[in-house]
């Protein structure tokens, strides 16, 4: 699947979230939303981005952004995700991979010098309309946040 350019529509989708919830990206309709994409709960990478996200909650949604994470693991799994490390946004499991392959975050990547297939670290960022405002893939775990709050305009305390 190709990857979201800005300007496009970001497809819509309805996933489990961490307590076994539906949401959808229509909830989110009229707010400014981060996705980020992650291979899998409870990594050190994994675990460090979205730990950056939870200690920027307050400056991101300052800014008028809401933060959602998607990953392909268990809804079982994201729950003790996040309740071991007190992620108070929605982690949504797609274990379909559905969503992460619309949205480009799934498919050929290199890991360790080999080309395999798997979920690819990416952020995609959207409008109150839900059209892609930025679109990054393969990014580092370590420092991203930091990237995506000065790409977006926010301080981060």
């Excluded at 003790?80 to 619309?102: G, Q, W």
């Excluded at 670290?121 to 990237?147: F, K, M, P």
Aim: hydrophobic share 40%.
């Amino acid at each position: 699947m190709p990857r979201l350019q800005a300007g496009q529509p970001a497809p819509g989708f309805t996933l489990s979230d961490a307590l076994g919830n539906e949401v959808s990206l229509s909830d989110f309709s009229g707010t400014k939303l981060i996705i980020f994409f992650y291979p899998a709960a409870m990594t050190p990478g994994c675990t460090k981005e979205a730990c950056d996200f939870r200690d920027s909650l307050a400056p991101l949604r300052a800014a008028g952004y809401h933060v959602i994470g998607i990953s392909p693991d268990s809804a079982a799994k994201l729950a003790r995700f996040a309740e071991r490390d007190h992620l108070t946004y929605p982690l949504l499991s797609d274990p379909d991979r559905d969503v992460l392959t619309a949205y480009g975050a799934y498919g050929e990547k290199k890991l360790y010098g080999k080309v395999v297939t798997g979920v690819i670290r990416s952020t995609i960022v959207l409008d109150e309309h839900g059209i892609v405002t930025l679109a990054r893939y393969n990014v580092r775990a370590t420092g991203h946040v930091a990237s995506l709050a000065k790409a977006l305009g926010i301080t981060l305390g």
